[in-house]
């Protein structure tokens, strides 16, 4: 058994006990049993109720063997790949992920976007090598102000794109997994705590 005790039911020592799990269950279920004699003395014995069926679905097929935090959240997004890595804006979350590509590790940072109407979409002072950009924009805004972001990633392949994503995450307690669809159907897989990410082409 793990993780924590967070409700306590009291139960007659014969008989039976009908239990009602929430709707929005979205783990398998854990029941601890404890019993006292009139000493103090106590045993315990656990019991784990498998989910018959998920509130929700996956978006993408081979999906965890678990269920995710909700439906997909469906949003505009712009992509860049950079020399070493990529950026990806959601507009729903007002976030951008980076994802590095630097280490034998492939690490990943969110921040907030703070671009706004109005603000230098550039810095006409930045000249990039030839067949390569500098990211404008939210992209470029984090890019020029954050110097470890730009030493990692390096500079852009090529002008960023819109497309429509979609966006889902495990459901645990903590550590979760969120999978993020990328601009050609595949998906990125983003590991707890910005420890990995992975990349999954379309229907592997």
């Known amino acids: 058994m793990g993780g924590r005790l967070t409700q306590g039911v009291p139960v007659s020592p014969t008989g039976s006990q009908i239990l009602t799990a929430p709707a929005d269950l979205r783990q398998p279920l854990e029941y601890m049993l404890f019993v006292f004699d009139s000493s103090g003395a106590w045993i315990s014995r656990g019991l784990r109720l498998p989910l018959r069926a998920c509130p929700a679905e996956w978006f993408f097929p081979n999906a965890p063997a678990e269920c995710p935090s909700g439906p997909p959240q469906v949003s505009f997004a712009a992509y860049q790949p950079f020399e070493h890595g990529h950026m990806i804006w959601i507009q729903a979350r007002d976030e951008i992920f980076v994802l590095f590509e630097d280490g034998s590790v492939h690490r990943w940072r969110v921040f907030v976007d ?37 030493a990692r990633l390096g500079w852009a392949l090529r002008p960023e794109q819109g497309f429509t994503t979609r966006i889902q995450g495990t459901a645990r307690e903590r550590y979760n997994t969120l999978f993020i669809q990328a601009p050609d159907g595949g998906i990125w897989r983003l590991d707890s705590e910005g420890y990995g990410w992975s990349y999954h082409p379309p229907g592997s």
């Open 114 to 150: 703070l671009f706004e109407e109005g603000m230098p979409e550039s810095d006409p002072a930045l000249t990039p090598p030839p067949g390569r950009f500098q990211p404008v924009r939210g992209f470029g805004l984090l890019w020029r102000s954050d110097p470890e972001v730009q």
